[in-house]
C-alpha cells in the first residue's frame, strides 16, 4: 500500500470512529436537557430516573468522541500537511471558531452534567444541560461549514499556493452548506433518537421498569416520526441542488452507472473501476427516471464515462456508501411510520414485536450516518477541495513506515475502544435503570424534595423487589 | 498581529502545560498509589476536569493551523511518532477515565492502562518538545524530511516535563484533597519536585548541543530570559518548601506548591520562547515566514480573540463548582452503591 492510501484509511478510520459518537450524543444531549427540564418542573421521580440512566450511556461517548476528535485535528496536519498549510487560512479559523464558541461551551459545563448531581442546584444543573446541547449543535454547524467549504469551494483567492479568504460570510454559507447542514442536523437527532428507542424496547420486551421504558420510547419515537419524512425530503433536495449542479462526479458515482442511458434505478452493482463497468448489476427498471422527477420513465441517469478518467471517484465506495444511507432510511421510515399508526391505535407500548424490531435497529441511524459520510467524502475524490486540490498532492511526505505503524496503532485502538464501549452499554442496560430510581437512591440536589408519594408509575422489577 | 496571535498560542500553550499537566500527573500518580480508595479519588478528581483541559490542546493545534497555516503543515509531520504516541495516550485515556467512573468496579486493568497512558503521553508530549529543536527539511514551504540522529534531548526532555507533570499532579492533589491522601501527596510531591528542578536544569545546559541553541545575543534578551529562571526558581523553591509544610501552622501551605510550580512552568516556557523567537523550528521555519494571510488574522483575533475571556470564564466556572476539597462520596455513583448495596446489581 502507498503512502497516500495508508494516510487515507487512517483518515477514514479515525473520522467514522469519531463520526459513531456524535451520531449517539448530539441526540441525546437535547434529549437529556429536555427530561432534565422536565423533572425540574413536574419534580416526578420517573424523569430523574431517565436523567440519570441516560446520562450513564451518554458520558461514555462522550469522552470517545471528545478523544477521536482530537486526534483528527491533528490528523490534519500530521497526515496531510500540505492540506494543512494550503487550507489553513480558511478552515483553520473555521474550526478554531468551533472551538471556542463549542467545545469550550462543552468542556466547561460537561463536568457539571456528569458529577454536579448532589453537588449544585437545579438550576445550575438544567443551565449545564443546556449548554452542552448548545455546544454539540454548535459544533456540527462549524464543522460542517468547514467541511461544506471542501465541498463547494467559494469566497477565496489563490496567492502563493494558498487559499486565501476573501469573502468569509460566502466562504462559510457555501452552496453545499445550505442543504449539507439541515441533512446532518436533522441525521444527527434522528439517530440518537432511534438509538434511545431501541434501548427502551428492550426493557419492554423484557417486561422491566415500564414506566420509565414507556416515556423513554414514546419521546423518541415521537421525535423520529417528526423528523425522518422530512430528512427524506431534505436528502432528495441535497442530491439535487448540490450534486447534480457542483458536483456531476459524485452523483454519477452515486447512481451507480457507466454509460448515460439507464432509466432504471441501479440497487446492487460490483463496479470495476479499471474496466469502468459494472461486473454484476441489478436495476429496477423506471425508478431512476422517477427519481429525477420525470414519471414518464424517459430521463436517463447519467453515467461516470462523462468525467475524465483522471477526476473519476472510485464508484464502489461512493455507490455503497449511498445505498447503506437509502436502505437505513427505509428501515428509518418503516419505524417512523410504524410508530405513528400504533400511537393512534393506542398500541405503542403494548406490540412486543414492534418492540422487538426497535430492539434490533438500535443502530441503524449511526448506519445511515456513516454510509453518508462515505458518499459525500468518497464521491468527492480524487479531490479534497473539489475542483481545486486533489488528495495526492496534499498528504504529508513521511516515510510510509511510520505511517503504517500509526495506522496499525489507530485500529487497534479503536476496535478495543468500540469493543469496551459496547461492552460497557450492554453491560449497562442489563445493570437497568433501577438503580436510578430516586426511591432507592434519593435525589440530594440542595433543597430537592422529591415528590415520592406522587402518582408516577416507577414499577420494581421482580429482580429489584426480591 | 503575528505577535498577538504567536502571544494568543503561546497563551494556549502554558494553559494547557499547567492544566492538563496536573492532571497528567495524577494520572502518572495513580501508578504508585497502592490503596484502591484513594486511587478512585484521584480518578474523580480528574473525571471533573480532564475534558475542559485538554480543550485547550485543541485551541492550541487550531491556533496554530489558522494563524501560521505553514507552521502546522511542517510541524506536525516533524514531530509525527511521538505526536502519534501522544494521542494514542490520549484516546486511551479519555476512554479508560469515564469507563472508570461510570462502573462502581472496574476492572483493574482500566485502571492501570489510565496510569499508564498518563505516563506515555506526558512523556511523549516533552519528547515532542524536544524535537521541535531538531532540523526539519522545508522546500517550497512543504515538509520534505527531518534530520536524523539519536533524539538524546528530546529524552531528556520527556523526562523532565514527565517529572514536571507528576509534580503538578501531587500539588494539584495536596490543594484539594484531605487525611492520607494529601499527606502522601505531600511526601512524594515534595521529593518530585525536587527532581525536576535538577532534570530542569540538565534540559538547559544540555539544549546548547540541539540544532536550536538558546540565543542570548542581544543583552536584553539575556537579562529577560535570566530574569525569568530566576522566576521559576524561586517558584520551585516555594513549592518544594510548602509541599513539606502544614495548614495548621501555615495557611497558604496547601496552595503553594501548585501556585509555586505554575510560577516556574510559566517561567520556564517563557524563558525558553524569549531565547528562541521568532525562530519556530530550526534552521529557518521563523514565525513571520509562516504567519498566515491578513484576512484570517482579522478574523482570528475578531472571531477567536474576543472568545476568550469567555473561555476563560468557562474554564474557572468550571473549576469552581468543584471548588474546595473534593471529596468523592459525594459523587453519585458511590452514593448509588452505598444507599442500594448490592440489591441492584441482581
Ligand atoms: C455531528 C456533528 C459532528 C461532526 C460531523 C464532527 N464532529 Fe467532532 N464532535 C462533535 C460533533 C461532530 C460533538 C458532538 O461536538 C463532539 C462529539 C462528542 C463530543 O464529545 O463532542 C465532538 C468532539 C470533537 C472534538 C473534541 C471536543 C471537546 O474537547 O469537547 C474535536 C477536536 C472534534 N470533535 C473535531 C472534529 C473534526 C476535526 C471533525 C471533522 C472531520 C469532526 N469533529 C466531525
Ligand atoms: C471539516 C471536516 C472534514 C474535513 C476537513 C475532512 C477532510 C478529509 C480529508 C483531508 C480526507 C482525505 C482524503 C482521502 O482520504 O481520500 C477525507 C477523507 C474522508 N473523510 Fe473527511 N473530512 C471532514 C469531515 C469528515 C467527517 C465528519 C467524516 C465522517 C465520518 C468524514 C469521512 C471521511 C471518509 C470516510 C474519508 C475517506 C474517503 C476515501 O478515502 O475515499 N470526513 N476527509
Ligand atoms: C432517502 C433519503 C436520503 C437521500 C436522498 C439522501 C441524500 C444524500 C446525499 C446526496 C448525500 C451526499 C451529499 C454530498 O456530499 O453532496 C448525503 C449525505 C449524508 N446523508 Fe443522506 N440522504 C437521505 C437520507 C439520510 C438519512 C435518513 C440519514 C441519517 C439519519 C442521512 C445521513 C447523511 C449523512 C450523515 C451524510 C453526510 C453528511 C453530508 O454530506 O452532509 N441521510 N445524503
Redesign the interface.
Known amino acids: 500500500m502507498s503512502l497516500i492510501d495508508l494516510s487515507r484509511w487512517q483518515f477514514a478510520l479515525t473520522v467514522c470512529f469519531h463520526m459513531t459518537f456524535p451520531a449517539i450524543t448530539v441526540g441525546m444531549s437535547v434529549f437529556l436537557c429536555v427530561i432534565y427540564a422536565m423533572y425540574w418542573r413536574t419534580k416526578k421521580p420517573v424523569y430523574l430516573q431517565m436523567f440519570?440512566f441516560w446520562r450513564?450511556i451518554f458520558?461514555?461517548g462522550?469522552?470517545?468522541g471528545?478523544?477521536?476528535?482530537?486526534?483528527i485535528?491533528?490528523q490534519?496536519?500530521?497526515?496531510w500537511?500540505?492540506?494543512?498549510?494550503?487550507?489553513?487560512?480558511?478552515?483553520?479559523?473555521i474550526?478554531?471558531?468551533e472551538?471556542?464558541?463549542a467545545?469550550?461551551?462543552?468542556?466547561?459545563?460537561?463536568?457539571?452534567l456528569?458529577?454536579?448531581?448532589?453537588?449544585?442546584r437545579h438550576l445550575?444543573m438544567f443551565v449545564s444541560t443546556v449548554m452542552v446541547s448548545i455546544g454539540t449543535i454548535l459544533s456540527t454547524t462549524w464543522i460542517l461549514a468547514a467541511n461544506s467549504w471542501m465541498q463547494t469551494p467559494q469566497g477565496y483567492t489563490v496567492?502563493?499556493?494558498?487559499y486565501?479568504?476573501?469573502d468569509?460570510v460566502a466562504a462559510i454559507f457555501t452552496p453545499a452548506f445550505a442543504w449539507r447542514y439541515p441533512h446532518m442536523l436533522l441525521a444527527v437527532l434522528i439517530s440518537g433518537a432511534i438509538f434511545i428507542a431501541g434501548i427502551s424496547a428492550y426493557y419492554l420486551v423484557k417486561n422491566r421498569s415500564k414506566g420509565f421504558a414507556r416515556r423513554s420510547l414514546s419521546i423518541a419515537l415521537g421525535v423520529a416520526a417528526l423528523l425522518v419524512p422530512v430528512q427524506l425530503l431534505v436528502g432528495d433536495g441535497l442530491a439535487g441542488n448540490v450534486d447534480v449542479a457542483y458536483q456531476p462526479s459524485k452523483l454519477e458515482a452515486i447512481e451507480g452507472n457507466w454509460q448515460n442511458g439507464n432509466t432504471g434505478w441501479v440497487i446492487f452493482a460490483i463496479p470495476d473501476q479499471a474496466a469502468a463497468k459494472n461486473l454484476v448489476q441489478i436495476s429496477v427498471p423506471w425508478l431512476g427516471s422517477a427519481i429525477a422527477k420525470d414519471p414518464t420513465g424517459k430521463t436517463a441517469t447519467p453515467g461516470l464515462d462523462n468525467t475524465p478518467v483522471n477526476d473519476r471517484p472510485d464508484m464502489a465506495a461512493t455507490f455503497w456508501g449511498f445505498r447503506a444511507m437509502f436502505f437505513a432510511s427505509l428501515f428509518l421510515f418503516a419505524t417512523a411510520f410504524m410508530s405513528v399508526v400504533l400511537r393512534l391505535r393506542g398500541k405503542l407500548w403494548e406490540s412486543r414485536r414492534f418492540h422487538k424490531y426497535v430492539l434490533w435497529t438500535t443502530p441503524i441511524g449511526i448506519v445511515a450516518i456513516l454510509g453518508g459520510w462515505v458518499t459525500s467524502e468518497a464521491g468527492r475524490q480524487p479531490w479534497v477541495v473539489f475542483g481545486l486540490l486533489r488528495t495526492s498532492a496534499a498528504v504529508?511526505?513521511?516515510a510510509p513506515g511510520?505511517v503504517l505503524?500509526?495506522v496499525i496503532?489507530?485500529s487497534l485502538?479503536y476496535l478495543i475502544?468500540l469493543v469496551?464501549?459496547i461492552v460497557?452499554i450492554v453491560?449497562?442496560v442489563?445493570?437497568?435503570p433501577?438503580?436510578?430510581d430516586p426511591r432507592?437512591?434519593?435525589d440530594?440536589t440542595p433543597g430537592a424534595t422529591v415528590e415520592s408519594e406522587s402518582a408516577a408509575p416507577v414499577e420494581l422489577t421482580p429482580?429489584?423487589a426480591r | 498581529m503575528t505577535i498577538i496571535w504567536f502571544l494568543v498560542i503561546l497563551f494556549c500553550l502554558i494553559m494547557y502545560i499547567v492544566f492538563d499537566g496536573y492532571d497528567l500527573g495524577i494520572g502518572v500518580g495513580t501508578l504508585f498509589e497502592r490503596v484502591p480508595e484513594r486511587k478512585r479519588h484521584m480518578i474523580e478528581l480528574v473525571a471533573t476536569g480532564w475534558d475542559g483541559n485538554e480543550t485547550w490542546l485543541i485551541l492550541l493545534a487550531v491556533g496554530l493551523w489558522g494563524g501560521f497555516p505553514l507552521a502546522f503543515g511542517v510541524i506536525l509531520p516533524h514531530l509525527y511518532l511521538p505526536l502519534i504516541i501522544a494521542l494514542f495516550a490520549l484516546i486511551v485515556r479519555g476512554g479508560s477515565i469515564e469507563l472508570i467512573s461510570q462502573t462502581e468496579n472496574p476492572p483493574q486493568i482500566l485502571t492501570w492502562a489510565f496510569g499508564i497512558a498518563s505516563l506515555v503521553a506526558a512523556f511523549a508530549q516533552g519528547f515532542a518538545l524536544g524535537e521541535l529543536t531538531s532540523t526539519a527539511h522545508v522546500v517550497d514551504g512543504v515538509y520534505t524530511g527531518s534530520e536524523g540522529g539519536f533524539p538524546w534531548y528530546p529524552i531528556v526532555l520527556g523526562v523532565t516535563v514527565a517529572f514536571g507533570y507528576t509534580a503538578l499532579g501531587y500539588a494539584y492533589l495536596k490543594l484539594k484533597s484531605e487525611g492520607e491522601l494529601r499527606v502522601s501527596a505531600a511526601r512524594r510531591g515534595g521529593v518530585v519536585a525536587v527532581v525536576t528542578v535538577v532534570l530542569g536544569a540538565v534540559s538547559l545546559i544540555s539544549i546548547a548541543g540541539t540544532a536550536a541553541p538558546l540565543n542570548l545575543a542581544t543583552p536584553g534578551r539575556a537579562l529577560t530570559f535570566w530574569g525569568l529562571i530566576v522566576f521559576a526558581l524561586v517558584g520551585a523553591v516555594t513549592a518544594a518548601v510548602n509541599f513539606r509544610r502544614r495548614t495548621d501552622s501555615h495557611p497558604t501551605a496547601d496552595l503553594l506548591p501548585f501556585a509555586g510550580l505554575v510560577v516556574t512552568t510559566v517561567a520556564t516556557l517563557l524563558a525558553f520562547t524569549v531565547s528562541h523567537y521568532p525562530l519556530l523550528v530550526p534552521p529557518s521555519l521563523t514565525v513571520n515566514s509562516a504567519v498566515g494571510p491578513y484576512n484570517t488574522m482579522v478574523f482570528l483575533l475578531v472571531g477567536i480573540g474576543l472568545n476568550i475571556p469567555l473561555i476563560i470564564f468557562y474554564h474557572w466556572f468550571a473549576h469552581r463548582t468543584f471548588g474546595g476539597k473534593f471529596r468523592v462520596h459525594e459523587t453519585p455513583q458511590a452514593r448509588t452503591s452505598i444507599l442500594t448495596g448490592a440489591s441492584n446489581e441482581r
Open positions: 440519570r450513564r458520558a461514555v462522550f469522552a470517545l471528545v478523544v477521536a476528535g482530537e486526534v485535528t491533528f490534519m496536519g500530521l497526515n500537511g500540505i492540506f494543512g498549510a494550503k487550507t489553513g487560512p480558511i478552515i483553520g479559523p474550526i478554531g471558531m472551538v471556542v464558541t467545545f469550550f461551551v462543552e468542556a466547561g459545563f460537561i463536568g457539571i456528569l458529577y454536579g448531581d448532589g453537588r449544585v445550575t496567492q502563493n499556493g494558498q486565501v479568504p476573501t468569509w504529508s511526505k513521511l511510520t505503524f500509526s496503532g489507530f485502538i475502544l469496551a464501549y460497557y453491560h449497562t442489563k445493570i437497568g433501577e438503580r436510578d432507592v437512591t434519593a440530594l429482580e429489584v
